[in-house]
């Protein structure tokens, strides 16, 4: 369990984002301790990308302040947070260009890592086996992989560094129950033993019970609710009730 | 409406227009510096740029070829069908050899290969952005302007004027092809012609316009691909204008050039 007097490793401090005139985020507040594994939920569409995406400075907030262990993020040495950081995005983003293998080690290969192409290809293969694809894909591009092999490979370049800051734009989309179930335990693993700090976005709620600590609800630009997994059945907000049992009928609107 | 609103409505329009203008103009050339950053700082991508040069360079070969090959037997024709038989036997080369080296090779050249890369390159660096692969790029550690954009300029500025070099040669050939073989003209007395009227300025001004198509194709490509809006449409618009924005500034360019050398 995170300890309260630690200086958050990542902090949200009412960041405002809008598309235009589309207000996504209207003063979000998020705190994600040293160790700790927080998992966002919400609608689709309530801006839960956006916010990781405004945790790493690739959209710009309007307003608030985005904190990395306590530092603004401009003053942050971004190639040495980068360096100890991975990221699954939502859509896979593997370079088209590139075999399997190559966007595994993508990172391996250049500085500070510097591996030699043998070792780098090892370590991509390792890293593909722990996200349950064999080494036969190695050498396929990733138009040749289905959407699920698609999102474990990003899942793999993600961790192949074993970073200590890893976000997870929905890991288990679009796989079946048995393969969820190992990246679920895949991401647990990586916070309990390597001490990793992962921000996990999802809509399975297996999920949000294997991986989560902490457990955020972003609904209407706002952090809806934020607690302890182990509260989250007991909590009394009507949205969170909602959302987590999935009903039509409550106060979140079918139609956003 | 009453013709004041209009005039201040047209006039408006203007000036929105011209604001426009500038803007897109700053971005380009933040764009642009931000870029040539990247060429004086390491690491460098000799591989990103080897690959660039075989698909900008090498692969242009045949389109650059035709184009040219055509070109230079078209302009034959034309000079022939301008003057005498005797006047054409000196004509023919000196005109043929001048307007493809001067313009004609450059100019095709840069709009042709425009045409291929320059929306090639858009359509790839848009897609890139439209399913994340930059934003991906940059969390592993990559400039995506030091790994994508800076290896694709470079490699157009320094292709386009090999690909020149050779479709002047293609070019000339062409015409000569069709004045020996057509016209019966003395082949010897061609090639001398041909090589009398070629002068250092020529060549040379031949290869800084080539340069800087290279340059501005390489450039549009990557900055409306890096700039695409979301979706295909994002990706189609990025290409189109691309294509449109450097072949205008080509033809723009070209212009000024001329106007410096000669
Ligand atoms: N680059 C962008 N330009 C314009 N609008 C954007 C952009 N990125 C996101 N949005 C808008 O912001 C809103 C939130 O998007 P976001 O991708 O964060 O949703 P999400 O919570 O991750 O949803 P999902 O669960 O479906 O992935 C959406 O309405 C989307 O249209
Ligand atoms: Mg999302």
Redesign the pocket.
């Known amino acids: 369990m995170p300890d309260p007097s630690q200086t958050p490793k990542l902090q949200l401090v009412d960041v405002h984002k809008s ?1 235009g005139p ?1 207000r ?1 985020l209207a003063g979000v507040n998020l705190d994600v301790m040293p160790g700790e594994s927080l998992v966002i939920i ?1 609608g ?8 990781l995406k405004c945790m790493l400075g690739i959209l710009k907030p309007e307003k608030g302040q985005v904190l990395i262990d306590g530092a603004p993020l401009a003053e942050v040495d971004s190639e040495a947070f980068l360096n100890d950081f991975g990221m699954l995005f ?1 859509g896979g983003a593997l370079f088209d260009s590139l075999t399997v293998w190559q966007n595994v080690a993508f990172r391996l290969r250049r500085k500070p890592f510097s591996l030699s192409k043998k070792e780098a290809r090892e370590r991509a293969i390792a890293k593909l086996a722990r996200v349950g694809l064999g080494a036969e894909t190695a050498d396929l591009f990733p138009a040749e992989l289905s959407g699920g092999m698609q999102k474990r490979v990003g899942l793999a370049r993600a961790i192949a560094t074993d970073p200590h800051v890893i976000f997870f734009d ?1 890991p288990t989309a679009g796989l079946d129950p048995i393969m969820a179930g190992v990246i679920n335990d895949l991401i647990r693993e990586l916070v309990t033993e390597m001490g990793a700090t992962a921000v996990t ?1 999802t ?1 399975d709620m297996t999920t949000v019970r294997t991986v989560a600590d902490d457990v955020a609800m ?1 609904h209407d630009g706002l952090v809806r609710w934020h607690g302890p997994v182990a509260d989250m059945d007991t909590a009394t907000d009507p949205y969170l009730d909602q959302f987590i049992h999935g009903r039509a009928t409550g106060p979140i609107a079918a139609i956003r | 409406m009453n013709l004041a609103t209009f005039v201040i409505g047209f006039l408006a329009s203007i000036g929105r227009s011209v604001l426009a203008l500038l803007t897109a103009t700053g971005r380009v050339a933040l764009f642009t510096l931000e870029t040539l950053s990247h060429a004086v700082r390491p690491p460098y991508y000799p591989g990103e740029f080897g690959k660039q040069m075989l698909t900008i360079g090498y692969f242009s070969l045949p389109v650059v070829g035709m184009t040219a090959l055509f070109t230079g037997a078209a302009l034959a024709l034309q000079i022939k069908a301008g003057g005498g038989q005797v006047a054409s036997e000196q004509l023919v080369p000196s005109v043929v050899a001048i307007g493809i080296v001067r313009e004609l090779g450059p100019v095709l050249a840069g709009l042709m290969v425009a045409g291929r890369i320059s929306s090639a390159i858009a359509a790839e660096i848009g897609t890139m952005r439209v399913t994340e692969q930059i934003d991906a790029l940059t969390t592993l550690s990559t400039d995506p302007l030091k790994y994508l954009v800076l290896p694709r300029v470079l490699a157009s500025l320094v292709a386009l004027p090999l690909l020149v070099a050779v479709a002047n040669v293609i070019g000339i050939m062409g015409g000569y092809l069709i004045a020996v073989g057509t016209f019966g003209f003395n082949p010897g007395a061609y090639i001398k012609n041909t090589l009398d009227y070629i002068d250092t300025v020529s060549v040379v001004s031949s290869l800084v316009k080539a340069g800087t198509f290279g340059f501005i194709l390489g450039l549009m490509g990557c900055y409306h691909g890096y700039n695409s809006g ?1 979706g295909a449409l994002g990706v189609g618009q990025a290409t189109t204008n691309a294509v449109v924005s450097s072949s205008i500034l080509i033809l723009a360019a070209n212009y000024a050039l001329t106007q410096a050398f000669f």
Request: glycine share 16%; hydrophobic share 30%.
């Open positions: 598309f589309k996504v919400g689709s569409g309530t801006g839960k990308s956006v916010t939502q929905e976005i809509h972003l | 979301r």
